[in-house]
Antibody, heavy 121, light 107 residues
């Protein structure tokens, strides 16, 4: 059974940093692309970042809204996905979901339950 | 960036009725269009991928059609558990984008 468990969400001041983790199990993690998707309170879904699997060099991709501030990475030995978030803004406040990609790029077939990040002074 | 526009914003129907949800892309995404369902307090769930393919375990009452810029999600006969928010997402390139969602509510 595929499981994705996010952690690391917290209250942080504007300009601060936070690192989210997503522990994966139930599939061969290293082969699959992974994404972070966020949802601001009462709003829709926004794709944040993706990282490809080992077969395509673990290339990274970012939404314009976070490029240069967020860094996605993965530890295939620990089956864990990360999102390092720097220079946080109030508008980054959201539930952050970790999602597994299907064998085809961009089909998010399993999602975690989310981790709440609140950016406020 | 490819913009996805969903309509209507809210759809009010009764159980047993047919629901038709639309998603329009600002430029062609070929058939690389995905639909998700999200219920309050839950993570999204994959419904349809590549415009018309049901994901594993999704009931046959859910179907998707379309290509290029215009896509439709149809629920043939609404069950009580189908009332939720539905999002479309394009995967034609790595810069995935979502539509703003259609809320399907009980009339």
């Amino acid at each position: 059974e595929v499981q994705l468990l996010e952690s690391g969400g917290d209250l942080v001041q504007p300009g601060g940093s936070l690192r989210l983790s997503c522990a994966a199990s139930g599939f061969t993690f290293k082969y699959f692309a992974m994404s972070w998707v966020r949802q601001a309170p009462g709003k829709g879904l926004e794709w944040v970042s993706a990282i490809s699997g080992i077969g395509t060099g673990s290339t990274t991709h970012y939404a314009d809204s976070v490029k240069g501030r967020f860094t996605i990475s993965r530890d295939n030995s620990e089956n864990t996905l990360y999102l390092q978030m720097d220079i946080l803004r109030v508008e980054d406040t959201a539930v952050y979901y970790c999602a597994k990609g299907d064998t085809a790029m961009g089909i998010l077939d399993y999602w975690g339950q989310g981790s709440l990040v609140t950016v406020s002074s | 960036e490819i913009v996805l526009t969903q309509s209507p914003g809210t759809l009010s129907l009764s159980p047993g009725e047919r629901a038709t949800l639309s998603c329009r892309a600002s430029q062609s995404v070929s058939s690389f269009l995905v639909w998700y369902q999200q219920k309050p307090g839950q993570a999204p769930r994959l419904l349809i991928y590549d415009a018309s393919n049901r994901a594993t375990g999704i009931p046959a009452r859910f179907s998707g059609t379309g290509s290029g810029t215009d896509f439709t999600l149809t629920i043939s006969s609404l069950e009580p558990e189908d009332f939720a928010i539905y999002y479309c997402q394009q995967r034609s390139n790595w810069r995935y984008t979502f539509g703003q969602g259609t809320k399907l509510e009980i009339k």
